[in-house]
């Protein structure tokens, strides 16, 4: 079974950023897509971006041109850079596969102040 474990996160003022890692056990990383997921309080778990095995990305409009995912198949490990940050970026992010695997890991709370 996999097991997520994902760390970076932090308060940030708005315009700041951050960088988020993900360490994959348990799983045949390099052959999955993997992305990261958020949620802000009150609503749904939602896909932000991912990257493909290959390394072909997609992103989500709303962080597009701020946000970049990409992956190092030797570490097991995706990050996610997160630039010009924005209060609306608030939200626990998660990595996971995509589609996601049954299992999450606890999280990274990122919070932007204004």
């Known amino acids: 079974q996999a097991q997520l474990v994902e760390s970076g996160g932090g308060l940030v003022q708005a315009g700041g950023s951050l960088r988020l890692s993900c360490v994959v056990r348990?799983?045949?990383?390099?052959?999955?897509?993997m992305g990261w997921y958020r949620q802000a309080p009150g609503k749904q778990r939602e896909l932000v971006a991912s990257i493909t095995s290959g390394g072909s990305t997609n992103y989500q409009d709303s962080v597009k041109g701020r946000f970049t995912i990409s992956r190092d198949n030797t570490k097991n490990t995706v990050y996610l850079r997160m630039n010009s940050l924005k209060p609306e970026d608030t939200a626990v992010y998660y990595c996971?596969?995509?589609?996601?695997?049954?299992?999450w890991g606890q999280g990274t709370l990122v919070t932007v102040s204004s």
């Open positions: 348990g799983s045949i990383f390099s052959y999955n897509s």
């Open positions: 996971n596969a995509v589609p996601s695997w049954g299992v």
